[in-house]
């Protein structure tokens, strides 16, 4: 049993009051264009939009014990005495220390000598700009003469230039400092229009914008000369390294307290108005944003905002169900982490460098999944944003990137499984919000202008390409990869350290993908749903007929006597098969087949699932395979250039769990599926923190397997397609709640020893209250639902009106 702190579920945030966690955890901050990473120890970095190319501030990944960031000291006048209120960089001991992160905010918190320093870190609504707001209390009953000392070190706008191209940076860097306020301004004088700046409260107080003049030589962040000395000198950078530190002396009688507030912002100004009349930068705009949050009043009230923002938002769906874990990873966490991925995609996290990857097309068509009841305007946007970036072909590019929006030629295409990501997320918008109309949006190919067509005819090409792609068994072939970015089935590749993303194909028309065959067959199903809702009975029996077609190959070649194949190799061998001596089952074609319906009738649904969880089942989840390839195999790619049990070579891969879990409901199997659900929820493993290493609040996209050294070790907390999936296999499959086009199907699978569960969901703009009784000792169906006090005829709740409140009472009798 080891924990590092506790969820205040009231509060919805999550305590960590020990110094020790075994990696930093962290935070988010920013919901919309302006974002920030924060550490439970104040460090991490800011950006806007792209964590690459607008990279405010520097960041070593990795640096022994966090990398600091966000540099915040205190100082004792009359002692010398000198500390970090976040502990970090200095380490010198703090008591009291507590951090709490929330919805879009942190506070960290502690006292050292009775004096107390609390900072509350957030990104109000709307702005481009991170608020530190600091209050300082004397709990002393002596006088208390001290100086706070805030610092930024700026990053040189691209984080990939910043980190390797010293003989050009090192001379670049400029700053400007104006009554106060500190601009970063590199690079602004030739073809930037935006600078970053830090500011305080304090426009009187000293001021260093050069790191060494206010480390001195040879020293850390850890204990800067200008702080040990109690004077910042006013230094201005000339290239090197320019920071922004600014110093505010404070003298508090006992029990005072005190309000300081630092700013790190972004601003861009237009073109034409860049310069003042003195040929400096033009900082209107920025003073007049400045002066409003430095306001300590008008901080709070920024941040009461964000916090009633989030609650409003995540209040689209509350449970209250007989597990503690459930209720506070589905209300709180869950929602929350959704939101960031949906944000930030794969781009910036401690395991995400925030240089390397653009928005994923079938990550953020998942990602979409988990979010679209909570912020569906943005879904819209995303979806016609990623529909955009389709190739005339129907294929996708695998990545695009966020300032362009356009595909990321880097990576290209070919990863077969892409395309049909855009079925699935479009399908769940549309039964979200029955915007049927998004499907007529004039979307282009590529990028290009004058290439438009309907966004249903998107849907159409990417169904078809997997149809013009198939291999001897009448399975899709698997191009680059599938969903599983490391089984790469055409790569052979032998450079040392070739990406198996990029290396050319030896593409022979050969490999093929079970798991894409089921996804195509799952797709075919929604596809004919769209179809039918548009009013296009034909094209539905089509869709229908494909995906027949499909299901059936997968059941004559794909199926391998005791559970689902995985693929068919380069040379036409079976992957995942029992006649393999490693790698003989894999979890991702037993969850995607049997979501798609395959072999519920003819029980090899239940065979495969049972073979899963005899399998690939351990304490800590489902491995993704078994055995792990103990040796490197050409013919398979990345997967095998794992160690055993790390990572897709038989890690408990977070995301394929909950496909087992939807796959369990559709076989009424409740206990199974909350099983499987409840073993890698995080809040379920938080008393073994020191084991699963990762924060306890949000999902991992692994969890070391039993081949590895370390079993049961999560790791790439955050930005994970796990986070929508468990979502919706929590919400809409085993409680049931799931969106239709006609309405709110109620259909729970429920484990045994439950009596109900309640819930609220919000739906197109009605509230609807739910509550689900059934006896115990059974699983069961719903027999009956009353909407209203009156019995509805099915179990599809029609949708009410906008600004309607529906109660919706269900019976499971068996
Ligand atoms: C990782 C995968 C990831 C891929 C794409 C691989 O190294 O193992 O999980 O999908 O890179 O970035
Ligand atoms: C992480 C990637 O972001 C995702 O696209 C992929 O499906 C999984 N890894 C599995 O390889």
Not at 284 to 298: L, M, N, Y
Not at 347 to 356: H, I, N, Q, R
Not at 584 to 591: D, F, K, S, Y
Request: hydrophobic share 35%.
């Amino acid at each position: 049993m080891s924990r590092f702190g506790h969820f205040d579920d009231a509060a919805r945030e999550y305590v960590i009051t020990r110094l020790d966690t075994p990696l930093p955890w962290i935070n988010y901050l920013g919901t919309e264009d302006f974002f920030g990473i924060v550490s439970n120890t104040g460090g991490g970095y800011a950006f806007f939009e792209d964590a690459r190319l607008r990279r405010l501030t520097r960041f070593r990944y990795h640096a022994p014990g966090d990398g600091g960031g966000r540099f915040l000291y205190a100082r004792d006048a009359d002692t010398a005495d000198v500390w970090c209120p976040t502990w970090q960089p200095a380490r010198v001991d703090v008591e009291d220390y507590r951090c709490r992160h929330g919805l879009g905010y942190t506070v960290i918190g502690s006292v050292r000598n009775g004096v107390e320093v609390e900072t509350r870190y957030f990104v109000p609504l709307g702005e481009t700009l991170e608020v530190w707001r600091v209050r300082v209390t004397n709990r002393r009953s002596s006088d208390a003469n001290l100086s706070l000392f805030a610092a930024v070190e700026f990053c040189l706008w691209d984080a990939w230039d910043d980190q390797t191209n010293f003989q050009r940076n090192l001379s670049t860097g400029e700053v400007d400092v104006r009554d106060g306020l500190i601009l970063h301004t590199t690079e602004y004088r030739e073809r930037r229009n935006h600078v970053a700046y830090f500011a305080s409260s304090d426009r009187g107080g000293a001021f260093d914008t050069d790191r060494d003049a206010f480390l001195g030589t040879y020293r850390g962040w850890d204990r800067p000369e200008a702080v040990e000395r109690g004077r910042c000198g006013g230094s201005i950078a000339h290239g090197w390294f320019p920071i922004g530190a600014h110093q505010v002396d404070l003298s508090l009688r006992p029990g005072e307290g005190r309000d300081v507030v630092f700013l790190l912002g972004y601003a861009e100004n237009p073109p034409e108005g860049k310069f003042d009349g003195t040929g400096r930068v033009a900082t209107e705009r920025i003073r007049g944003t400045v002066d409003r949050f430095v306001d300590p009043a008008e901080a709070d009230r920024a941040l009461d905002r964000l916090r009633d923002h989030w609650v409003d938002l995540i209040g689209a769906l509350r449970v209250s169900t007989p597990n503690e874990h459930v209720d506070r990873i589905v209300n709180v966490w869950n929602q929350y982490q959704c939101m960031v991925t949906f944000n930030l995609s794969r781009s910036a996290s401690l395991f995400e460098s925030g240089v390397g990857r653009g928005m994923g097309f079938r990550d953020s068509c998942q990602d979409v999944l988990g979010f679209v009841h909570l912020a569906p305007v943005r879904a819209r946007e995303r979806l016609l944003d990623l529909a955009a970036t389709q190739l005339p072909s129907g294929g996708a590019y695998h990545q695009y990137q966020p300032l362009t929006k356009r595909g990321n030629d880097a990576i290209g295409s070919g990863f077969n499984d892409d395309p049909l990501w855009l079925i699935l997320a479009v399908a769940a918008y549309a039964k979200e919000t029955g915007d049927l109309g998004v499907l007529d949006e004039a979307v282009p190919y590529g990028s290009e202008p004058g290439t438009e067509s309907p966004l249903l005819e998107h849907l159409w090409r990417a169904f078809g390409s997997t149809l013009e792609r198939l291999g001897p068994h009448g399975l899709p072939l698997i191009g680059r990869a599938d969903w599983n970015d490391c089984l790469n089935l055409n790569a052979f590749s032998t450079e040392p350290g070739e990406s198996f993303q990029t290396v050319p194909q030896h593409e022979g028309g050969v490999a093929e993908s079970v798991f894409i065959g089921a996804q195509f067959v799952l797709a075919s199903e929604e596809l004919a749903r769209l179809a039918e809702v548009c009013g296009r009975p034909d094209d539905a029996v089509s869709a229908r007929e494909a995906g027949e077609r499909m299901a059936a190959a997968v059941g004559n070649h794909g199926w391998d006597g005791a559970w689902f194949r995985r693929a068919y190799d380069h040379s036409g061998e079976p992957v995942g098969s029992s006649t393999n001596d490693e790698g003989q089952i894999w979890i991702e074609p037993q969850g995607m087949c049997v979501m798609a319906g395959i072999g519920l009738e003819d029980g090899l649904a239940e065979r495969a699932l049972d073979a899963v969880a005899e399998r690939l089942g351990t304490p800590h989840g489902l491995v993704l395979l078994d055995p792990p390839y103990a040796r490197y195999r050409v013919e398979l790619g990345e997967i095998s250039s794992y160690p055993p049990g790390y990572k897709e070579n038989g890690a408990v891969f977070s995301h394929t769990n909950p496909w087992v879990a939807i796959a369990e409901t559709r076989l009424g199997r409740g206990d199974r599926a909350l099983d499987h659900y409840l073993r890698i929820n995080p809040s379920a493993r938080e008393d073994r923190s020191d084991v699963h290493r990762c924060e306890p609040y949000v999902y991992a996209q692994m969890i070391a397997g039993p081949a590895a050294a370390a079993p049961g070790e999560a790791k790439n907390s955050w930005l994970t397609g796990s986070a929508a999936w468990n979502l919706v296999a929590i919400s809409q499959w085993i409680l049931g709640i799931r969106p239709e086009h006609e309405g709110l199907r109620i259909d729970p699978c429920l484990p045994a020893d439950w009596e109900g569960f309640e819930a609220i969901r919000r739906f197109r703009g009605a509230t609807y209250r739910i509550a689900v009784r059934k006896p115990l000792g059974v699983t069961g169906r719903i027999s009956s639902i009353t909407v209203d006090g009156r019995t509805l005829d099915g179990i599809v709740v029609p949708s009410a009106p906008a600004g309607a409140t529906v109660t919706v009472e269900g019976t499971i009798s068996t």
